[in-house]
Nanobody
Framework: EMQLVQSGGGLVQAGGSLRLSCAVA????????VGWFRQAPGKEREGIAC????????YYAESVKGRFTISKDSAKNTVYLQLNSLKPEDTAVYYC?????????????????WGQGTQVTVSS
């Protein structure tokens, strides 16, 4: 059974940092593109970062560019999202997702498997 298990998240003050992890069971990340999404209360889920299966290209939404970094650790079969310089508007439930495609993009329809979500709350 293919599963994505998330960890990390929590409560942090504005300006602080967090690292979100997404561990895979049942398949290897090497063959999948990976994306990170977030959903704030009352808003749609938005794609904020994604990386191709070959890891040679990544994309970031303007709202997080320069502050967030997506990375893969193939040895651990884990994907990370490093969140720096956090702002209150970053508060949301964050999700990782895997796509069978070379590049999943920023739309939820481009992904086949999803993590359970983890809450990030940034206080002002």
């Amino acid at each position: 059974e293919m599963q994505l298990v998330q960890s990390g998240g929590g409560l942090v003050q504005a300006g602080g940092s967090l690292r979100l992890s997404c561990a895979v069971a049942g398949f290897t990340f090497d063959e999948y593109a990976v994306g990170w999404f977030r959903q704030a209360p009352g808003k749609e889920r938005e794609g904020i970062a994604c990386i191709t299966s070959s890891e040679d290209s990544s994309y970031y939404a303007e709202s997080v560019k320069g502050r967030f970094t997506i990375s893969k650790d193939s040895a651990k079969n884990t994907v990370y999202l490093q969140l720096n310089s956090l702002k209150p508007e970053d508060t949301a439930v964050y999700y990782c997702a895997a796509s069978r495609r070379f590049y999943g993009g920023t739309a939820t329809g481009g992904y086949d498997y999803w993590g359970q979500g983890t809450q990030v709350t940034v206080s002002s």
